[in-house]
């Protein structure tokens, strides 16, 4: 899409950023991370990070987005006149494509998965021989390489093409429709045997259960589920008309976003207590435990495949908003450069990805810091980058933008008081970065005694 092309209708635009931030952060990501960092107390914390930090931020790339009708790098070029400050934009850039060559590999174990269900491999199997299939599936270098292909072709082709319109139309019917299946689910997942253990290990916090790493997982978690930190939702607002109402769009996405998640995790932990499985068993959870939860319910199997294209799809939105800011920023919004670059993009992000591809198979063993490839990209992605841009958009837009700009901005398409502007001003300002930061020398022991 070009800078001069907008939005069609608000609710496209809604849609667009809701696509953005729901997929596999909310859906996959969410319930290994909660069932690795404590249960309740890790989903507590993620809301209040959410609503304390990840709220404002969301709102403040939405204003200087729309303010500044670019890219994400020369957005920040363009509101302030020191050109310095671009470097946000290509941090936020380089972050995609880390998080896209893990990302997509994720997004080819659900197109795996589909292809599964027509050969049957999933009938009538017992929860551990779901678990090894799955362990067979990802193992497989040829197969799993392949479908991530397949995964970053579908975006590719889809960017290049400049149809995200049809995206923004198609996402009206599977939104709902994921919500749906999700409810279903849930309702199947609650009766099972055992169930309230599972609800209990989600919804009732224990304290003591939280480390210095879980709570910094939280906090990469609150901003990875909302595409924060890396100028996506800036590059989306600057597609964006005036009259649109920014914090009212802000409150729809995250809602949206904590009610998916919410499904999610009550979708699974129920099975997973009900099974006897492990709560902390990692990327490989809901492959593992929806299948197995699927196949207790009627005509399971055709649900678990509508679940499964939801998914992919939900996946998809979401990676079409990385490769999207990618090609913004190296065209600078130039048609005629789209095609050519978005094509490079994806394969050189491919090309990237394949160590992690290969975390689940051929290279298990080969660990840096303790982490396969894998588990270090979506590490360094999700808690370093993500919090990292997260913190220097926080300080860009309090710090560097004049308040009188931000509140004009702010009001175009809202009726905001000033009370509201100054909380807002107040927790971007001074809490987001103080936040972040405290989180990060935590983690580094700084307040260990
Ligand atoms: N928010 C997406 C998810 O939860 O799956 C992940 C994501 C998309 C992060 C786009 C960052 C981004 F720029």
């Known amino acids: 899409m070009s800078q001069q092309e907008q939005w069609k209708s608000k609710l496209g635009f809604i849609l ?37 930090l990840g709220m404002p931020l969301l709102l403040g790339e939405f204003i200087i987005g729309r303010r500044g009708q670019s890219d994400p790098v020369n957005t920040y070029r363009k509101l302030t006149d020191n050109p310095k400050w671009s470097l946000i934009g290509k941090l936020g850039v380089f972050t995609c494509f880390m998080l896209l060559s893990f990302y997509s590999v994720v997004g080819g174990w659900i197109i795996l998965y589909i292809l599964k269900i027509f050969t049957g491999a999933f009938n009538g199997l017992t929860q551990d021989q779901y678990g090894a299939l799955f362990g067979e599936i990802i193992a497989n270098p040829l197969t799993t390489l ?15 093409k400049g149809v995200q319109k049809g995206i923004e139309v198609a996402s009206k019917v599977m939104m709902p429709a994921l919500l749906i299946l999700f409810i279903g689910l849930v309702i199947r997942s609650l009766s099972l045997e055992g169930a309230m253990d599972g609800v209990e290990f989600l919804l009732v916090p224990d ?3 939280l480390t210095s790493e879980s709570i910094l997982f939280a906090l990469g978690q609150s901003f990875f589920t909302l595409s924060l930190g890396v100028s996506v939702m800036v590059t989306y607002a600057s597609y964006l008309p005036k009259k649109q109402n920014l914090p009212q769009s802000a409150i729809s996405i995250i809602a949206l976003n904590i009610v998916i998640a919410l499904l999610a995790g009550l979708a699974i932990f129920p099975g997973v207590f009900s099974f006897d499985l492990e709560p902390n068993a990692g990327p490989v959870l809901i492959f593992s435990v929806l299948p197995a939860v699927f196949n207790q319910m009627p005509f399971g199997m055709y649900f678990f495949l509508a679940f499964l294209i939801l998914f992919l799809f939900a996946a998809l939105t979401s990676a079409f908003s990385m490769v999207e800011i990618i090609v913004a920023a190296v065209t600078k919004n130039k048609q005629e450069k789209r095609k050519k670059t978005t094509w490079i993009v994806g394969i050189l992000i491919f090309v990237v990805g394949i160590p992690s591809c290969l975390s689940y198979g051929v290279l298990a063993d080969v660990k840096l810091f303790d982490k396969t490839f894998f588990d270090l990209v979506d590490f360094a992605v999700s808690n370093v980058l993500m919090p990292l841009g997260a913190l220097l958009i926080a300080i860009f837009v309090s710090r560097k933008v004049s308040k009188d700009v931000l509140y004009e901005e702010l009001r175009q398409g809202s009726r905001i008081s000033q009370s509201f502007f100054s909380i807002w001003y107040f927790l971007l300002k001074y809490v987001t970065p103080i936040a972040i930061i405290v989180v990060f020398l935590d983690v580094l022991g700084l307040f260990k005694w």
């Open 207 to 209: 304290f003591s259960k």
């Open 16 to 52: 667009a950023a809701a696509g953005s931030a729901i997929g596999l952060g909310a859906i996959w990501k969410f319930p290994y991370v909660a069932g690795t960092g404590g249960g309740g107390a890790f989903f507590l914390l993620f809301l209040v990070f959410t609503f304390v």
């Open 146 to 160: 392949t479908a991530q292909l397949v995964f970053l072709f579908i975006t590719i082709l889809v960017v290049a």
